[in-house]
């Protein structure tokens, strides 16, 4: 990647679809966990988008999250993603999450440059045997 990397934002409202009852993750009908790695890991390739080459994509490989707070159906989440180290293929993304009433969560997450056409093939011949 030879291009400057920018950071990013996006908000979204959180869906009965996104809460922890409904994927299985809790039994409350609130964000749950697996959702809001979505959305943070959504943010940081939405940070990459306009500077892969062309055939790349980003593969996310880690991700230390802390969910530090409860949000509501029907309340808006702002997710930013913020490059923190760029290390050849290897991009580490600082994202944070807040609702309307203040952070709810913050991560360090690590994406992986790779060639798109190559890593699918490479992933299905697990299937070969």
Not at 84 to 96: A, L
Request: hydrophobic share 40%; aromatic share 4%; with cysteine.
């Amino acid at each position: 990647m030879n291009k400057q990397v920018y950071d990013a934002t996006l908000c979204r409202t959180v869906t009965t679809e996104q809460t922890a009852k409904a994927m299985g993750s809790g039994s409350l009908a609130v964000l749950a966990t697996p959702a809001l790695v979505a959305l943070m890991e959504e943010c940081a390739c939405k940070a990459l988008e306009g500077f892969l080459e062309e055939g790349q994509t980003s593969v996310g490989t880690a991700l230390t999250l802390r969910h530090t707070a409860a949000t509501p159906v029907g309340m808006e989440v702002r997710v930013k993603a913020e490059v923190s180290q760029i290390d050849g293929r290897r991009i580490v993304f600082t994202i944070t999450a807040e609702d309307e009433k203040g952070e709810i969560g913050n991560c360090t997450h690590e994406r992986f440059l790779v060639m798109a056409e190559r890593f699918t093939e490479k992933t299905y011949q697990k299937l070969e045997g």
